[in-house]
């Protein structure tokens, strides 16, 4: 079974925000009332299934080992390079969008802007990368201007190096590829539904209603009730005015 996003915005935005919700969880103040709203199996604690949850999908989504000790198909290395690669990815199209008017063909064309609103397997998010690296060189001095530096593009390269440069998983077969994005969004959505289960217990603990009293409006914010998930989906900031057409580079 092959395993699509539930959600649509990049799985390198999701790990963030569960980490600051397992922070919440554990901190004295805030963390025990809406700990004891949710109810486990005996012997499990929520706060420690969250952990475990961020941990498998920062390592690709799946086990070290598997009862037949077959290593994982992602290195933890890959598994890293996948969620920075993603998350340079939406940085690029961020700063792109700054640079060029809404409707520009130059942001679909040269950096892929579109592509994240949906699930693609490793192969494709390889390509998109790699269309988005030559985009961030061929207008390296309008991103710039936006803050996107030398060094991001390196960042960027070197994770594409990093999943792309493996032989073993260069020449890996199609369908072994379609494996390790089904297993990695497998992992995401159940860490993303219990995200989604914490912050409806801080909602329920914390209302809406009892914003000026004590320790409420903070409580909210540690549980990202006004900022998870993305208002647009896909993590990306309200369009904002359309830019000047910036002048082609001198070729």
């Avoid at 690029?92 to 008017?101: D, E, G, K, Q, V």
């Avoid at 201007?145 to 070197?158: K, R």
């Avoid at 890996?172 to 912050?199: E, P, V």
């Avoid at 009730?225 to 904002?240: C, H, K, Q, V």
Wanted: glycine share 8%.
């Amino acid at each position: 079974m092959t395993h699509q996003r539930s959600f649509n915005f990049p799985v390198a935005l999701l790990i963030g925000p569960a980490k600051r919700l397992l922070a919440a969880l554990r901190d004295a103040t805030v963390g025990p009332r809406v700990l004891k709203r949710i109810k486990t199996d005996p012997g499990t604690a929520f706060d420690a299934k969250l952990e475990a949850q961020i941990k498998l999908v920062e390592t690709g989504g799946t086990d070290q080992t598997t009862a037949g000790g077959a290593m994982t198909e992602l290195t933890q290395e890959q598994a890293l390079a996948y969620t920075e690669m993603e998350r340079l990815m939406g940085d690029a199209r961020h700063s792109a969008a700054l640079i060029f008017p809404k409707g520009d063909p130059r942001l679909h064309i040269e950096f892929s802007v579109g592509a994240q609103d949906q699930s693609h397997d490793l192969d494709h998010e390889l390509q998109f990368a790699k269309n988005i690296l030559k985009g961030c060189g061929t207008y390296a001095d309008q991103m710039a201007a936006q803050g996107w530096t030398a060094d991001d593009t390196t960042a960027l390269s070197a994770a594409i190096t990093t999943l792309e440069g493996d032989p073993a998983l260069r020449d890996t077969a199609g369908d072994k590829k379609k494996r390790i994005t089904s297993a990695r969004n497998a992992a995401a959505n159940d860490l993303y539904r219990l995200c989604l289960t914490t912050q409806n217990a801080a909602r329920l603990q914390y209302p809406i209603t009892q914003i000026g009293q004590p320790g409420v409006s903070e409580a909210r914010a540690r549980y990202l009730l006004d900022e998870f998930p993305p208002a647009r989906g896909n993590g990306s900031t309200p369009t904002p005015p359309s830019p000047p057409a910036p002048t082609p580079p001198a070729k």
